[in-house]
């Protein structure tokens, strides 16, 4: 299993914004696909950005608003969030997903807590 670490979770009022960011050993070129999950209480966990073979895609209601991204160094993923809305809270995950002897692996944060006021 890849150990990834997230930060930059926190409290903030509706239209703000905040930027997550995940750390990992090996630079994230060298994964099949890295991205950004989020789950709140009770319900399925969901995905918000990912990023595949160099294509990006997002999520219906983050469009716009979210953008994921990675340093020069690829070394730290990004996610940039705007116009934060209440219905954006939720525990943030970072993932990636590469092979091991042909086999596929998923690998993922423990998570980082997004709470948006009204």
């Known amino acids: 299993q890849v150990q990834l670490e997230e930060s930059g979770g926190g409290l903030v009022e509706a239209g703000g914004s905040l930027r997550l960011s995940c750390t990992a050993l090996?630079?994230?070129?060298?994964?099949?696909?890295m991205g950004w999950y989020r789950q709140v209480q009770g319900k399925q966990r969901e995905l918000v950005a990912s990023?595949?073979?160099?294509?990006?895609k997002y999520a219906d209601a983050v469009k716009g608003r979210f953008t994921i991204s990675t340093d020069d160094a690829w070394n730290t993923m990004y996610l940039q969030m705007i116009d934060l809305k209440p219905e954006d809270t939720a525990v943030y995950y970072c993932?990636?997903?590469?092979?091991?002897?042909?086999?596929?692996?998923?690998?993922w944060g423990l998570g980082t807590q997004v709470t948006v006021s009204a």
């Open positions: 090996r630079p994230f070129f060298t994964y099949d696909t």
């Open positions: 990023s595949r073979s160099g294509d990006t």
């Open positions: 993932h990636v997903q590469d092979k091991v002897f042909q086999e596929i692996r998923d690998s």
